[in-house]
C-alpha cells in the first residue's frame, strides 16, 4: 500500500516554486475528536497542506499553548491508535497532503525491537494517509534508520532546521532532506510571539544559499498574524506554518465551539489572503 | 572486561543506549560543549583547577568511614562513602564545579538547571554563586511543596526558582522546562544537567566529574583494607552517583556492583520508579534509555519518597551495564528506605538522603550473601538534612 506521496506530487510542477503555501498545525484531538474532524473539514477550502500533532507527554521543543492542546488531546483520549483512526477519518474528506509532528519515542514503541517498531508505526501512518512526517527530537545525526523506513514507506521525513544550524550540518540536511524543510523562525520553542526577528531573514538567506536541489522553505515558530506571514513570503519563505496562534483560537473559544470554528476559518482565510 | 575509555563512543552511544535526540535549535550548543569538554577533559591545567575547588571548597577526599556497628548489624564489613560530608551536603557538588568551570571556561555567563529534590538545583546555586553566574533552576510544584527548605536555600544563594506547573510536576517535568528555556536562551546559557542522563555529551561528562568518588574509594579501601571490595551498592535515580563510585572497578570483575531502584509503594501497587528493572527501550530527554511508559510512548507518572529518584529513566550507561550484566539491580521500598534510614540514624550517628537509604535498605536485604569479611561500600551520596520534613510527617504517621 505505496501509495503516491501528495507532498512531492504537490511540488513536481515545475512553477510549483512560484506559488506560496500555507500549512497550519493543530494538535490532533484536541478539543475532541469530534470537533477536530470537523474543524479541518472547514478550514480545508483556505489551506494547503495540514500538520498534525501526535501528542508525547514530553514535548521539550513545545511551548505551553501546544502543551496545552496535547493535554486536552489526552484527555479527549488520543494515542497512537485513536490518532490513526482519526486521519483515516480526515482522509474520507480531506484530499491534501498531511504531515504529522511527533516524538521519536511515539514511533519506536508497539513492537518487539525499535527497528520493527519505527517500521511497523510508519507503515500503519503511511496507510491511514500521511505524506510526511517532522520528528521533533531527531536530528540528522540519529536518523538513519527513520530516513529507511520513510523511503521504505514512501513518506518524506522533513527536517527542521534552526538559525544556530552550522553551515556543515546544513548540507548533511539539505542532502537528505524531502518534500520542504521546515526552517524554524526563532531561536526558542513553539508559540505565537508579536514580532518576528531580524534573525529570520539572514537564515532565510542563508538556507536558499545552500539549496542545490529544488525544495520549498517553510518558516515556522512564533508566527501569529497575517502580517508576519506576508512579511516571512516578501522574504523568500514559500510556505508558513502557524500552530500556536491557531491553538490560541480553540482556547479562546472553549465554550463556544460554534464560534470557535467561526474565528478558525476567519484566521485561516486571513492568512491564506496574506499569503496569496 | 576491556570497559574503560570505549564508552560512549562518538555518537554518544553507550552500545545501543544514549545518542543525542535533542531538537535542532540545541545542536549546536551540544556540539559545541563536546568540543569544549573534548579539549578540556585532559588540560592538566583545568583538572588541577577542578580538584583544587573540590579540596579547598568542597571538603574532598570525603572520608571512607568503617561503620562499625552497622557491620555487627549487618554481618559483614560496611564502609560508607561519605559523600553526604562535601559541600551542600550531597555528591551532586563534583558535577555542578565540573560543568560550571567548563561553561565559564566557554565564555558562557548564566546557568539553568533542574532538580528534583532540590539537591541539584541547590549545588548548582552554590556553584553559580561560586562561579558568579546567574543561576536559574526549575522544579516541579510537587517537588517545591515536599522540599520547602531547598528552595529557601536555593534563594538564599540568589539563584531564581521557577516553579513547573505542567504535566506530573515533578523531576521530568522541570528537565523539559529547563531544556525549553535553554533552547530559547542557548547562546549566553549553560545547561547544568544535573545527572547521567539527557543527550550527548552530558551522561559522558556528569559521570567524568562524579569519578572523583570511586577514584577515591579505591584507593582509600586499598590503604583500610589492602584490597578491594566484594561489592558496592549504590542508589539509582538517573544515576550520577552510582555511576559516580562504580565507573572505576567496573573492570574489576570480582566487585559486584550494585544498582538499587525506587519501589516506592511497592511494585504491585505501581506506584514506582523502576526504570532499569521494569521500563521499557525508548527516547526521552535526548537519550535512549530504559523508561516506564505506556504501550503507546508516553511517560509514565513514577513515585518514590525521594524526590531525587522520582524519576522515570536510567542514565544510558547504567541500561548498558545492565544489559552486559556487569551491573545487578535491586530495589528498596519507601518503608524500607525508611527502616534503614532510621537505624543508620540510631546506630551510627549519620542522617543519611533518602535516596541513600535505598542503598542501605539493599543491604539489609541482601545481607546473608555476605560473610563477615567481605567488604561492602554503601555510597552515601547525600545528607538526610534535607529530608527532615518528610521523615517527620511518614514516623509520625506510622506511630499512629
Same mark, same amino acid.
Given at each position: 500500500m505505496n501509495h503516491t506521496n501528495r507532498i512531492l506530487d504537490l511540488f513536481n =510542477?515545475?512553477?510549483?516554486?512560484?506559488e506560496k503555501y500555507f500549512m497550519p498545525f493543530l494538535v490532533c484531538g484536541d478539543p475532541s475528536i469530534e470537533q477536530f474532524i470537523s474543524m479541518i473539514e472547514k478550514i480545508d477550502p483556505y489551506i494547503d497542506i495540514l500538520e498534525l500533532g501526535i501528542p508525547f507527554? =514530553?514535548?521539550?521543543? =513545545?511551548g505551553p499553548t501546544v502543551q496545552e492542546a496535547n493535554m486536552r488531546a489526552f484527555e479527549a483520549g488520543i494515542n497512537t491508535k485513536v490518532a490513526l483512526d482519526t486521519i483515516k477519518k480526515i482522509r474520507t474528506f480531506f484530499q491534501k497532503p498531511i504531515v504529522i509532528l511527533t516524538y521519536y519515542n511515539i514511533l519506536i514503541q508497539g513492537s518487539e525491537t525499535i527497528e520493527s517498531s519505527l517500521d511497523n508505526t510508519l507503515r500503519r501512518f503511511k496507510e491511514s494517509g500521511i505524506d510526511g512526517i517532522v520528528i521533533a527530537d531527531l536530528p540528522i545525526e540519529e536518523a538513519g534508520l527513520a530516513l529507511k523506513y520513510c523511503k521504505k514507506h514512501n513518506i518524506s521525513l522533513i527536517f527542521l532546521i534552526a538559525p544556530t544550524t552550522t553551515d556543515d550540518r546544513l548540507e548533511k540536511i539539505l542532502k537528505e532532506a524531502r518534500g520542504f524543510v521546515y526552517l524554524i523562525s526563532i531561536l526558542g520553542v513553539t508559540g505565537a510571539r508579536e514580532k518576528i526577528a531580524q534573525i529570520t531573514k539572514e537564515t532565510i538567506k542563508r538556507v536558499k544559499s545552500k539549496i542545490k536541489t529544488k525544495i520549498p522553505i517553510f518558516l515556522g515558530f512564533g508566527i501569529s498574524t497575517p502580517e508576519h506571514a506576508s512579511t516571512l513570503v516578501e522574504l523568500g519563505a514559500d510556505g508558513i506554518i502557524i500552530g500556536s496562534a491557531m491553538i490560541d483560537v480553540i482556547k479562546r473559544n472553549l465554550s463556544d465551539f460554534t464560534k470557535m470554528e467561526k474565528e478558525l476559518v476567519e484566521f485561516v482565510s486571513s492568512i491564506n489572503n496574506a499569503i496569496k | 572486561m576491556k570497559y574503560s575509555g570505549r564508552y560512549p563512543n562518538k555518537c554518544g552511544k553507550f552500545g545501543d543506549f544514549g545518542g543525542i535526540f535533542a531538537p535542532e535549535v540545541l545542536m549546536p550548543a551540544l556540539n559545541e560543549l563536546t568540543e569544549a569538554f573534548e579539549k578540556y577533559r585532559n588540560d592538566e591545567s583545568f583538572k588541577k583547577e577542578f580538584y583544587q575547588i573540590l579540596e579547598s571548597y568542597g571538603g574532598r577526599p570525603t572520608p571512607l568511614f568503617y561503620a562499625k556497628r552497622l557491620s555487627e548489624d549487618v554481618g559483614c564489613k560496611v564502609y560508607l562513602k561519605r559523600e553526604d560530608l562535601l559541600h551542600g551536603g550531597a555528591h551532586k557538588l563534583n558535577n555542578v564545579i565540573g560543568q560550571a568551570l567548563l561553561a565559564k571556561k566557554m565564555g558562557k555567563t548564566k546557568l539553568v538547571a533542574e532538580t528534583g529534590a532540590g539537591q541539584h538545583g541547590f549545588a548548582t546555586a552554590i556553584a553559580g554563586a561560586y562561579f558568579g553566574m546567574e543561576t536559574k533552576v526549575f522544579m516541579g510544584e510537587v517537588d517545591i511543596a515536599r522540599q520547602a527548605y531547598n528552595v529557601y536555600r536555593m534563594q538564599l544563594l540568589g539563584a531564581e526558582v521557577i516553579p513547573v506547573k505542567i504535566g506530573s510536576k515533578t523531576l521530568k517535568d522541570a528537565i523539559n522546562d529547563g531544556l525549553r528555556y535553554w533552547i530559547t536562551n542557548?547562546? =549566553?546559557?549553560?545547561?547544568?544537567? #544535573?545527572?547521567?542522563? #539527557?543527550?550527548?555529551?552530558y551522561p559522558l561528562l556528569v559521570r567524568e566529574f562524579q569519578r572523583v568518588i570511586g577514584i577515591e574509594t579505591k584507593k582509600q579501601i586499598m590503604e583500610l583494607e589492602g584490597r578491594l571490595p566484594n561489592a558496592i551498592i549504590a542508589c539509582i535515580g538517573g544515576g550520577s552517583n552510582a555511576i559516580g563510585i562504580m565507573y572505576d572497578f567496573i573492570e574489576d570483575e570480582n566487585v559486584q556492583l550494585i544498582g538499587v531502584e525506587a519501589a516506592g509503594e511497592g511494585l504491585e501497587t505501581g506506584k514506582h520508579s523502576i526504570a532499569l528493572g521494569l521500563g521499557r527501550r525508548g527516547v526521552l530527554h535526548g537519550s535512549l534509555m530504559y523508561l516506564l511508559q505506556n504501550e503507546y510512548g508516553n511517560i509514565l507518572k513514577t513515585h518514590s519518597i525521594s524526590a531525587g529518584l522520582d524519576y522515570p529513566g536510567v542514565g544510558p550507561e547504567h541500561c548498558f551495564l545492565k544489559e552486559l550484566t556487569r551491573l545487578r539491580v535491586e530495589t528498596a521500598t519507601d518503608n524500607e528506605t525508611l527502616a534503614s534510614f532510621q537505624k543508620l540514624s540510631v546506630i551510627e550517628g549519620i542522617i543519611p538522603a533518602l535516596e541513600s537509604s535505598h542503598a542501605l535498605a539493599c543491604l539489609e536485604k541482601i545481607k546473608g550473601e555476605f560473610n563477615k569479611d567481605d567488604i561492602v561500600i554503601i555510597n552515601l551520596s547525600g545528607s538526610g538534612s534535607k529530608d527532615l520534613n518528610i521523615i517527620k510527617q511518614r514516623m509520625e504517621f506510622k506511630v499512629k
Open positions: =510542477d515545475k512553477n510549483a516554486l512560484e507527554s =514530553d514535548p521539550i521543543a =513545545d | 542557548v547562546r =549566553d546559557t549553560h545547561y547544568l544537567m #544535573g545527572s547521567v542522563v #539527557g543527550p550527548h555529551p
